[in-house]
């Protein structure tokens, strides 16, 4: 949507900007259209068209006599637009009188024969042109924008019939980028909307490091399952007393149940083995002594015990961890080595888990060499695409390695295709600018009919930074195109795909880890929202300190390099223009403290 003033030329920027730039197919603009000195919109439209649709003309006009004598005063023009006078309720009765025939209309400039004849048919069978029978209008699922001039209402209706894109033509590319420039929490917020948990899968415990439950875990038997001993010792009655004891038998773990305990005799006992039937408690074996044995010394035959012992006394009951049937892990859970050694020991072996994500890695850039190659001039080692299928690595998340895309739009649909086959989210890196070369947000929008939620973050760094979701089936696959700088995508990164990549494999708190952390210097406040890169230390206080890790421009990695956290600054304010050493902000965490 935009707001445009009644200059000819500015109008006329704006059709053919959009016309040729987004590749639309309709254009809906509001006002102009009267016999004021200002009202030029039909001038500056036909300017620019290839056809007149007269017809939808006359079909606004005879509908719109019909309602008011004053429709004669419109001026129509459609296949470059259309209009009456800018009063609401006319703009919306021109609007409905030709929308149910702008998707045939549509169909017919993309040469879209199948669905043309279709209609033709349809029309044909039921022997009735009568719009109110065919229902063919217009779906959500097509290209469409809303200019507007003077008010939001429809009154000029602009349909341009398909032309070649003038994207490689430099001098008609637009000198502003036509995408607003968002918040940051607006940016996240988005990012979160769209990514939905993954399908359910059943998985070994043994591949489920770093997975999530996707449902309850119940206990199938009770820990211990069985009276089980505390220590090395001697089962007892504890009713007997200290004194001299005959030695019945002995109990190790993994033996089956021992002889009886009765009154006077007693049963040596391992840690964790089954406390025989009769005794209460367990007295450790450094409160005995030895009287008798064997020849040999195989076998004791009986001890002196020295302590009283309470009933219950080193004994762990059966159940007392976990009772059989006890919920032991929630839904949600991240499972990692002691999760899955729980799960083990209830004998839970099969678990279902959200699936985790596959991620298509592609660097953009005509100046871009493969670090294993030889760099030729004029050219810089790809560093992103490594750097970024490492972060993906360490987080236990699968990738595929899409290569190096030249700034070439048939490249560029190639390789975006071809990850879009493979994977679940797209994450590239470069071509998002304003450059001549920058022409990643064209192939997803118009090759790709990607719908784009955002293209520019009001952001430090990472400001070009875009998101978009393209439709798969029954889901739809996300696409992080980042900035090209490696610190910017780096950041970026953190901030807006692995958030991403955790909801989407079923974490419930997907968001980074946020602290405090107190400033160890001086920091000059920009215009825009900042995450420097920064070393968290811990000394004496509580809150850690943030050490700088040096120049911050978003093209030096070692800026990136040994930073475990990311403060993040308030933008300048007249207020506040430099925050001071000890200030205290906020600090995500990205790496290992």
């Not at 429709?71 to 637009?81: D, E, K």
Request: charged letters at 25%; aromatic letters at 4%; a neutral charge.
């Amino acid at each position: 949507m935009k707001i445009v003033p009644d200059e000819k030329d500015q109008i006329q920027d704006v059709l053919i900007d959009w016309s040729d730039q987004l590749a639309l197919d309709i254009i809906l603009t509001t006002g102009g259209t009267g016999f004021a000195r200002r009202d030029i919109t039909p001038e500056a439209t036909k300017a620019v068209i290839d056809k007149e649709a007269n017809g939808l003309s006359t079909a606004m006009l005879t509908g719109s006599l019909k309602i008011t004598p004053l429709a004669m005063l419109g001026r129509c023009v459609i296949s470059g637009g259309s209009g009456l006078d800018s009063r609401p309720g006319n703009s919306k009765e021109n609007f409905l009188i030709v929308k149910p025939w702008l998707k045939h209309a549509v169909n017919h400039l993309r040469e879209n024969k199948t669905a043309v004849n279709a209609v033709h048919s349809k029309m044909q069978d039921k022997k009735d042109s009568t719009p109110a029978h065919t229902h063919d209008h217009i779906s959500t699922t097509d290209t469409f924008s809303l200019v507007t001039y003077q008010s939001f209402n429809f009154n000029f209706v602009c349909v341009f019939s398909k032309r070649s894109s003038n994207i490689d033509k430099v001098a008609k590319r637009p000198r502003k980028s036509q995408y607003p420039l968002i918040n940051f929490d607006e940016a996240v917020r988005t990012v979160m909307e769209h990514s939905k948990c993954l399908p359910v899968e059943t998985i070994p415990i043994e591949d489920s490091l770093g997975r999530i439950l996707s449902e309850d875990i119940t206990a199938k038997v009770s820990i211990p399952p069985f009276r089980a001993s505390i220590k090395d010792g001697y089962a007892v009655l504890s009713s007997d007393g200290p004194g001299p004891r005959r030695v019945v038998s002995s109990s190790t773990a993994g033996q089956s149940e021992p002889a009886p305990v009765r009154s006077g005799s007693v049963v040596r006992i391992t840690t964790g083995a089954m406390v025989p039937t009769g005794a209460d408690a367990v007295v450790q074996v450094e409160d005995t002594e030895l009287l008798a044995a064997t020849e040999e010394g195989a076998e004791e035959l009986e001890v002196k015990i020295l302590t009283s012992a309470k009933a219950g006394q080193d004994i762990r009951p059966a159940g007392s961890d976990v009772m059989k049937g006890d919920t032991i892990l929630k839904k949600g859970t991240r499972l990692g080595p002691s999760e899955i050694g729980l799960l083990a020991s209830v004998g839970v072996t099969q678990i279902n888990v959200y699936r985790v994500p596959t991620v298509a890695v592609l660097s953009t850039g005509n100046e871009l060499s493969d670090p294993h190659g030889t760099l030729r001039e004029g050219h810089i080692f790809d560093s992103n695409r490594i750097m970024l299928m490492m972060a993906l690595k360490e987080h236990r998340i699968p990738f595929v390695d899409m290569g190096i895309a030249i700034d070439n739009t048939d490249d560029l649909h190639k390789k975006l295709s071809d990850a879009l086959s493979k994977a679940d989210v797209i994450v590239t890196s470069g071509g998002v600018s304003m450059g001549e070369k920058d022409l990643l947000k064209y192939c997803l929008t118009v090759q790709l009919k990607a719908k784009l939620h955002f293209g520019r973050v009001l952001l430090k760094p990472g400001k070009p930074t875009t998101f978009a979701t393209i439709p798969s089936s029954n889901t739809e696959k996300l696409v992080f195109a980042l900035p090209g700088n490696p610190v910017s995508s780096m950041v970026c990164f953190n901030l807006f795909v692995l958030p991403a990549l955790r909801k989407l494999m079923g974490d419930p708190s997907p968001s980074p880890t946020k602290i405090k952390a107190k400033l160890t210097a001086d920091i000059r406040l920009d215009s825009r929202p900042e995450f420097q890169r920064v070393q968290l230390v811990w000394g004496d206080s509580q809150i850690p300190q943030a050490f700088t890790t040096g120049k911050q421009i978003s093209c030096r990695l070692l800026s990136m390099c040994q930073a475990n956290a990311l403060v993040q600054l308030p933008p300048r304010s007249e207020e506040v223009s430099i925050l001071r050493t000890d200030d205290v902000v906020d600090a995500i965490l990205i790496g290992r403290l």
